[in-house]
């Protein structure tokens, strides 16, 4: 497994990014793990999302908030300062086990759960694939599946707007049971952790043999340019 050790300052090439890397593991069998957090607040919606049901484009209009859609499942998350985000592409060669989704959850969350609960945070697994702390969601994740590998993503609040969050999504329209229909300000929390500590756990957590020392800066700048970057697909449902 390589480690990336990106930010890029385009939330579009950001998001690129993760794909490019599930592309280089399907035609290489590489692995990675990437952490990276955006300078800018930005929404980001599910790949099947449908934008108004799910995103204040009012609040964001006015407040010149980006909204952009990732190329993995579930629901709207805002992301920027305070929120750390991993990535993390597994082989399916090499974990056939993958094939399965809930194996997949399972898999990435028991791992990440352990990074943090060795920081004392007492985190569980809650719903399909949230992350929470008391009953409150620091933690929400993804993902994409090809035949040979996957793209399995998520978020870390640990200095997040809760309140930005709040003005910027709208109630989901379908929510785990344990949620109990509380608004984002009563639902979400942040991990009671500084950023060092977080990013240390997490990559302690995904030993990896070696940085990369090259990232796919090509078919990076092509998925921007044909998916991230357009409104054709941001808008597209």
């Given at each position: 497994?390589?480690?990336?050790?990106?930010?890029?300052?385009?939330v579009?090439?950001?998001?690129?990014?993760?794909?490019?890397?599930?592309?280089?593991?399907?035609?290489?069998?590489?692995?990675?793990?990437?952490?990276?957090?955006?300078?800018l607040?930005?929404?980001?919606?599910?790949?099947?999302?449908?934008?108004?049901?799910e995103?204040?484009?009012?609040?964001?209009?006015?407040?010149?908030?980006?909204?952009?859609?990732?190329?993995?499942?579930?629901l709207?998350?805002?992301?920027?300062?305070?929120?750390?985000?991993?990535s993390?592409?597994?082989?399916?060669?090499?974990?056939?086990?993958?094939?399965?989704?809930?194996?997949?959850?399972?898999?990435?969350?028991?791992?990440?759960?352990?990074?943090?609960?060795g920081?004392?945070?007492?985190v569980?697994?809650?719903?399909?694939?949230?992350?929470?702390?008391?009953?409150?969601?620091?933690s929400g994740?993804?993902?994409?599946?090809?035949?040979?590998?996957?793209?399995?993503?998520?978020?870390?609040?640990?200095?997040?707007?809760?309140?930005?969050?709040?003005?910027?999504?709208?109630?989901?329209?379908?929510?785990?049971?344990?949620?109990?229909?509380?608004?984002h300000?009563?639902?979400l929390?942040?991990?009671?952790?500084?950023?060092?500590?977080?990013?240390?756990?997490?990559?302690?957590?995904?030993?990896?043999?070696?940085?990369a020392?090259?990232?796919p800066?090509?078919r990076?700048?092509?998925?921007?340019?044909?998916?991230?970057?357009?409104?054709?697909?941001?808008?597209?449902?």
């Amino acid at each position: 497994m390589k480690f990336v050790d990106l930010s890029l300052p385009d939330v579009a090439a950001n998001l690129a990014l993760d794909e490019a890397l599930l592309d280089e593991a399907v035609s290489s069998d590489d692995e990675f793990f990437r952490l990276w957090e955006s300078e800018l607040p930005a929404v980001i919606i599910g790949r099947a999302s449908k934008i108004e049901e799910e995103v204040n484009l009012a609040y964001c209009e006015e407040t010149h908030l980006p909204v952009f859609r990732r190329c993995s499942g579930g629901l709207s998350v805002v992301i920027g300062p305070g929120c750390l985000m991993y990535s993390v592409i597994l082989s399916k060669r090499q974990n056939p086990a993958l094939d399965v989704i809930d194996h997949c959850h399972e898999f990435v969350l028991d791992r990440i759960r352990s990074a943090l609960n060795g920081l004392s945070l007492n985190v569980s697994i809650s719903g399909t694939s949230d992350l929470t702390v008391d009953g409150q969601k620091c933690s929400g994740n993804s993902l994409r599946s090809k035949q040979e590998a996957i793209l399995y993503h998520g978020t870390l609040l640990y200095d997040a707007s809760i309140s930005q969050i709040s003005r910027s999504l709208r109630m989901p329209p379908r929510s785990p049971d344990y949620r109990e229909k509380r608004t984002h300000d009563e639902f979400l929390t942040n991990l009671a952790v500084d950023r060092d500590s977080l990013w240390t756990a997490l990559k302690q957590a995904w030993p990896c043999q070696e940085a990369a020392e090259e990232w796919p800066r090509h078919r990076t700048e092509q998925l921007v340019i044909e998916k991230y970057g357009a409104k054709d697909w941001t808008y597209a449902r």
